[in-house]
């Protein structure tokens, strides 16, 4: 049994899942489960909740992440920590961060847009 609570709620015509408590590995592969099968395009993953991370967690996501084209993701709730350790793991967290501005993130190994290289 996790150590964690996923809630999933539509806003608009994106998936949001809220994650409360210990993101580990049970958590993390449910997590991914879910964002696999969304029918959805768009997702926020939302961390602001959660007490404790485990490093195992986010290396499940991150593979995750990377396995699922075509879908928008936007992360929420991140620390310092996490996003080094999602880079580590091949997922640019930071680029992933939900921005005011900016409602469109693409997928990690999305092609950039021209105005987004530096």
Do not use: W
């Not at 994106?14 to 958590?27: L, M, Q, S």
């Not at 696999?36 to 992440?65: K, N, R």
């Amino acid at each position: 049994m996790s150590c964690c609570e996923i809630d999933r709620e539509i806003v608009g015509s994106v998936a949001r899942y809220r994650v409360t408590g210990k993101f580990e590995g049970a958590c993390a592969f449910d997590l991914a489960h879910r964002i696999e099968g969304e029918p959805l395009g768009e997702l926020t993953l939302d961390f602001s909740q959660c007490d404790e991370f485990v490093d195992y967690g986010i290396a499940v996501l991150a593979s995750t992440l990377l396995s699922i084209p075509g879908k928008r993701v936007h992360l929420e709730g991140l620390r310092q920590h996490q996003l080094r350790l999602f880079k580590y793991f091949g997922v640019d967290a930071e680029e992933l961060l939900q921005r005011e501005n900016d409602s469109v993130v693409p997928h990690p190994t999305a092609p950039r847009r021209p105005s987004e290289v530096a």
